[in-house]
């Protein structure tokens, strides 16, 4: 039995697709730079992202109707106006790409587009032709994660959000808005070259009175300069001669600036709603009593709490404490490069000038030790405290571990997801083969037909490499799927029935 799909390491068509040719028409005289260094979007990832992206329009239609009516209660309101900005694809440069883009509800709040799973395991920006160099995390349950904190029993960094943590917490108490701040100006993700152009974006949405209402009328009383429009649509990182664009004065941009925080602070309120964050799963059901495991369900969370050794790491709750499926901390599983990641092909500079990996083909991804160095990160919200840098060799290559809740949500069966940091595994049945087998198994030689079954490729990283509980579970393929088929119970949006 194969593990991995053989046309996951099929690669990308070698033709320039329609939104590549578009962004290159727009981008003028130095266009070629970009034809060259593009990683193309096949026409079946286009269907897939015209369909998320309609998707996005409905829901924010939708969502914008409610402003007729919107709730009088605060807490509603700030859950609204997250909503309708998670949505908004006004907030990226090009005008494309919401934040729901890569975190759509059908997949439990991560990556919609399975062709672009099973291909890339990466999406891209508003600026079609930018990749990251991860996969899109769920931002479900991503609030409850507490702020980053060095706990010293434990030895351990605890908290955060981005899988390495750098959305820290420690600035706004709130580890999710902070995660909020990051993408609208990552050059590969939402794009701006400024935060003050997502705020000038927002002040000229329809949810700009609320806004108003629940954070108060200063809140975009900003005297724009006048040419925001231009500054706002050209595509970032500013130029390092001038890395605050939309020249402003200084209580405006103290003002912007605060109104930034509100936005973010806003959408990790509607993150934390029970529309996102749901527990409404077959595993809560089960825990209230209102609904009874499968002979298999029930065989592989014994296996998940037992010889597995799953839950030291994910967490199935303990005295007080939600059952969230992580403990917060990170580690190095071992999980293989994804050579898949168009990340690898962005060495050299686009048509504007940015060379998003100057390392190319050699790029290790350092995880929590790159953040805490201060090293090179796409966007980093949150500012390292000096007093950690002393722990970045102890975490090098480390990755948060993410929740495991809605780990096979998907909008239907055969849709594929992407799992680990870097998407390199494209099933469930595949990574726990991995953290059965990894250090079991041979190394695969190049092109090894046996790739995921009958060996696995080195480790990105070695650095501070799990072996403990990692690689060696002498599990069988029937607990294996029993493993799989317990997970499947932690999806939201269970309905328990009088058969249960």
């Known amino acids: 039995m194969r593990f991995t799909d053989p046309c996951v390491r099929t690669t990308l068509r070698p033709i320039l697709s329609f939104a590549a040719i578009m962004i290159v028409v727009a981008m003028g005289a130095d266009a070629p730079r970009a034809e060259e260094a593009a990683t193309t979007l096949s026409p079946q990832v286009l269907q897939e992202i015209a ?73 891209p920006g ?44 420690r600035r706004l108490g709130n580890p999710a808005a902070e995660q909020a701040e990051g993408p609208p100006t990552n050059p590969v993700e ?13 002040s000229q949405r329809p949810y700009r009175a609320l806004f108003e209402s629940m954070w108060g009328p200063q ?21 390092t001669g001038d890395q605050l664009p939309v020249h402003l004065g200084r209580l405006d941009r103290g003002r912007v600036n605060t109104t930034f925080d509100q936005m973010a602070q806003s ?23 209102q609904a009874q495991f499968t002979a298999q369900e029930k065989s592989g969370y014994d296996l998940f709490r037992g010889k597995a050794q799953c839950n030291t790491c994910h967490r199935d709750g303990g005295p007080g404490e939600d059952p969230l499926f992580t403990d917060f901390t990170a580690s190095n599983i071992g999980t293989p490069a994804n050579r898949r990641l168009p990340y690898y092909r962005e060495d050299r500079p686009d048509a504007l000038g940015y060379q998003a990996n100057p390392q190319g083909s050699s790029f290790v991804d350092g995880g929590v030790g790159t953040f805490l160095r201060g090293g090179h990160v796409l966007s980093q919200p949150s500012a390292v405290d000096a007093r950690w840098v002393k722990l970045a060799p102890a975490n090098q290559a480390r990755i948060q571990v993410p929740t ?11 849709f594929v997801k992407a799992y680990g940091h870097n998407g390199y595994f494209t099933s469930l049945k595949a990574i726990v083969h991995f953290y059965n087998t990894r250090d079991v198994l041979p190394r695969c030689q190049p092109g090894d037909a046996g ?25 069988s393929d029937a607990e294996e799927d029993a493993l799989v088929s317990f997970m499947q119970t932690l999806t939201d949006g269970y309905r328990p029935t009088s058969r249960q």
């Open 404 to 414: 495991l809740r809605n780990v096979d949500k998907r909008p239907y069966p055969s």
């Open 451 to 475: 790739e995921g079954t009958t060996c696995w490729p080195a480790p990105e990283s070695t650095d501070n490499m799990n072996t403990s509980r990692v690689g060696h579970l002498d599990l």
């Open 267 to 289: 959408i990790a309120g509607y993150e934390a709603s029970a529309e996102v964050t749901a527990f409404t799963s077959k595993f809560d059901a089960v825990l209230a009593n």
């Open 219 to 239: 809140a975009f009383a900003v005297e724009w300069p006048n040419d925001v429009e231009q500054v706002c649509a050209r595509p970032g990182p500013a130029s």
């Open 126 to 169: 508003s600026v079609r032709t930018r990749f990251s160099n991860r996969k899109p995390q769920s931002h479900a349950y991503a609030p409850l994660s507490p702020v980053l904190h060095f706990n010293s029993a434990q030895g351990d960094l605890v908290g955060g959000n981005f899988w390495d943590m750098r959305a820290t917490g």
């Open 190 to 202: 939402m794009g701006l070259p400024d935060v003050a152009c997502a705020v000038y974006r927002a």
């Open 51 to 123: 369909q998320v992206e309609a998707e996005i329009d409905k829901i924010e239609a939708g969502t914008i109707e409610r402003l007729a009516e919107p709730p009088d209660n605060q807490v509603q309101q700030v859950e609204l106006l997250g909503k309708l900005m998670l949505y908004d694809k006004q907030l990226s440069v090009n005008r494309n790409e919401a934040c729901a883009f890569c975190h759509m509800p059908e997949t439990g709040f991560t990556g919609p587009v399975s062709e672009l799973n099973r291909t890339t395991g990466s999406y």
